[in-house]
Nanobody, 124 residues
Framework: VQLQASGGGLVQAGGSLSLSCAASGMRFSINDMSWYRQGPVNERELVARVTRGGSTYYPDSVKGRFTVSRDNAKNSIILQMNNLKPDDTAVYYC???????????????????WGQGTQVTVSS
C-alpha cells in the first residue's frame, strides 16, 4: 500500500491550505488515517486523526482551525487548515493504519504506512 499526499505550499498567516492523501494498493483496508507534522526543531506530532467510522481527534494546538474529512470508498483524507499561523510551518505527513488482507483471514496483518511529506510554510 502506498500513500500519495498533495497540497501544501506557502501562505500568509491567517490564510488557508488543504492537504489531500490517497491510498492505493491491493487487498487492504484502512482503520485510522492521520496527519502528522514535523517542524525544523520539533518531533513529529499528530495534528488530526479520523477513524473509519468518522470519529475525529485534534490536539489543542489546531482544534477549531483544522478539519479532517475522509472518503472510505476512495481511501482518502483531506486536511483543511484555516487561520494558519507561523507555528504551523512544518512538513506534513499522511499516515494510515493498514490491514493487509491475505487469501485466508488468519494471515491478515496490520502495519503503518506513511506518505512522502508535503511542506507547509506560513509567513508572518
Amino acid at each position: 500500500v502506498q500513500l500519495q499526499a498533495s497540497g501544501g505550499g506557502l501562505v500568509q498567516a491567517g490564510g488557508s491550505l488543504s492537504l489531500s492523501c490517497a491510498a492505493s494498493g491491493m487487498r487492504f483496508s484502512i482503520n485510522d488515517m492521520s496527519w502528522y507534522r514535523q517542524g525544523p526543531v520539533n518531533e513529529r506530532e499528530l495534528v488530526a486523526r479520523v477513524t473509519r467510522g468518522g470519529s475525529t481527534y485534534y490536539p489543542d494546538s489546531v482544534k477549531g482551525r483544522f478539519t479532517v474529512s475522509r472518503d472510505n470508498a476512495k481511501n482518502s483524507i483531506i486536511l483543511q487548515m484555516n487561520n494558519l499561523k507561523p507555528d504551523d510551518t512544518a512538513v506534513y505527513y499522511c499516515n494510515a493504519a493498514v490491514r493487509r488482507h491475505a487469501l485466508s483471514p488468519k494471515y491478515d496483518y496490520d502495519y503503518d504506512v506513511w506518505g512522502q511529506g508535503t511542506q507547509v510554510t506560513v509567513s508572518s
